[in-house]
């Protein structure tokens, strides 16, 4: 078997939750079995959506380190678990010495979008750069209003008081459910999680459509190509 990297810390949670899933959804006997992963929860990558709105300072560097780190633990193939990070996907990839996947080359494959309006759940950073949209421009995308984006989304993400990147999941599931019966209302027909605490926080919740999390099926995509 091959072995698996991860970048992750962004955020910590969501980073932990997609490495379990390589674990869970490949059964195995006994642990010698198991895939050998190497994960990087760099917490300190500095945050990726105030990077696109030019309130911060570009994620680029930390990322590039710490593929750098994996190249040196000899993983074969990885993956990056943030979605707003790959709007920097071309600046960091060359630091990688193995395999890495695009959450977003990934999608643009799929066709189990298509025929739907897709209501998009992503951080402002996503948003506001339209990586989505520019990686399926024949996808109708819907996308929460200003009120619903501030006061739902990036609150049930990033409240320190309520949100899930303070490890308030449950609280935060709450706003994200409440943006979910938004886009429902003004015609969503899916929800897609483009951001790795959303898929994390409704990974079990009832939500009003059906719930395409990208991230659960390039964790898939790597267990089919690192067995």
Known sequence: ???????????????????????????????????????????????????????GESPVKAISKSLDMLSDAQVDIGFITCFTSHAFFNEFK???????????????????????????????????????????????FLVPNKDVQENLVMKGIYDPHEGIKSNHIEAGAQYLLQACDHLVKEGATLILAGCTEVGLALFDKNTPVPLIDPMMDMVEAIINQAQ
């Open 1 to 55: 078997m091959k072995r698996i990297g991860i970048v992750g810390g962004m955020g910590p949670l969501a980073s932990l939750f997609y490495a379990q899933q390589l674990i869970l959804k490949h059964p195995v006997s006994k642990d010698q079995e198991q895939f050998h992963i190497v994960l990087d929860s760099n917490s300190t990558i500095p945050d990726r959506t105030l990077a696109l709105l030019n309130q």
């Open 94 to 140: 060359d630091h990688a010495h193995f395999k890495l996947l695009n959450v977003f080359e990934l999608l643009s494959s799929s066709k189990q979008l298509e025929g739907h309006k897709v209501g998009l759940l992503a951080t402002s950073g996503t948003l506001n750069t339209q990586l989505f949209q520019h990686a399926l421009p024949h996808i109708d």
